[in-house]
């Protein structure tokens, strides 16, 4: 049966689920302080394509009304915003020029702020976004403080991070979306980083260099932080943990990198 539910926080995950258990259920439920990420308003697409009735996604607030029936449909999922903002992040951590094809300049709208913020030069075009560093060493951001959308996504923080290691001055970040968030930390420390872990709060001050180690990926973020640093690292850096947290986040990410210019292989040791 349908039935109102307020959800304590905006969980991107509780809010699809209800959405999916909702659109089959008798009569109204509506969620309150719903999430409202683009993936969101792309599930109820998919959804009233099908023949559901769902508003609201976008909002804090989504009404969906039962229905008994769905019909069969194509969809184009939109593009993965996390994955376009890792290869951003790419672009500036190596001081490269990259243009992003299929992104929606909105859904990176913070990612672009802050990467402007350390220096680089973003043009947006329609579907494209076009990404430069030609200042080569970045400058520290000053804070980047994690939340919902439309705020900075915690799926970046460990990306960015990676990014502050080798910036000039010091980077704060403060993470308000999950516990234990800051696990690349330790690994990129490895690697020559200076960074200081205070419960949420986490500071970066740059070096002027990282240096290859042998690393562990101890979440899916976290492992393309790794990859990131490797980019620019003096010496060989190999990753562990590959199949079991960057790959459920990233299609044949080597193999991609490797279209751009990176000396990236995969292998087994």
Known sequence: MGTDIHLDYPSVGATE?????????????????????????????FLNKMGSNVTGAGTSTIRIEGVSKFNDVEHKIISDRIVAGTYMSAAAITGGDL?????????????????????????????????????????????????????????????????????????????????????????LIKMGANIRIDGRTAVVKGVKKLTGARVTARDLRGGAALVLAGLVAEGATIIDNVNTHIDRGYDRLEIKLKKIGVDIQRVSV
């Open 99 to 187: 243009i992003i094809d299929d992104i929606d300049s909105q859904h990176v709208r913070p990612i672009i702020a802050k990467l402007v913020e350390s220096g680089c030069i973003i043009k947006e075009y329609d579907s494209k976004l076009h990404i430069s560093n030609p200042n080569k060493r970045l400058k520290a951001i000053e804070v980047i403080k994690t939340l919902p959308y439309p705020g900075f996504p915690t799926d970046m923080q460990a990306q960015m991070m990676a990014v502050t290691t080798l910036a000039k001055g010091t980077s704060v970040f403060i993470e308000t979306v999950f516990e234990s968030r800051y696990k690349q930390a330790e690994e």
């Open 17 to 45: 689920n209800i959405m999916l258990a909702a659109v089959a259920a008798r009569g109204t439920t509506i969620i309150y302080n719903a999430a409202k990420e683009p993936e969101i308003q792309d599930l109820q697409d």
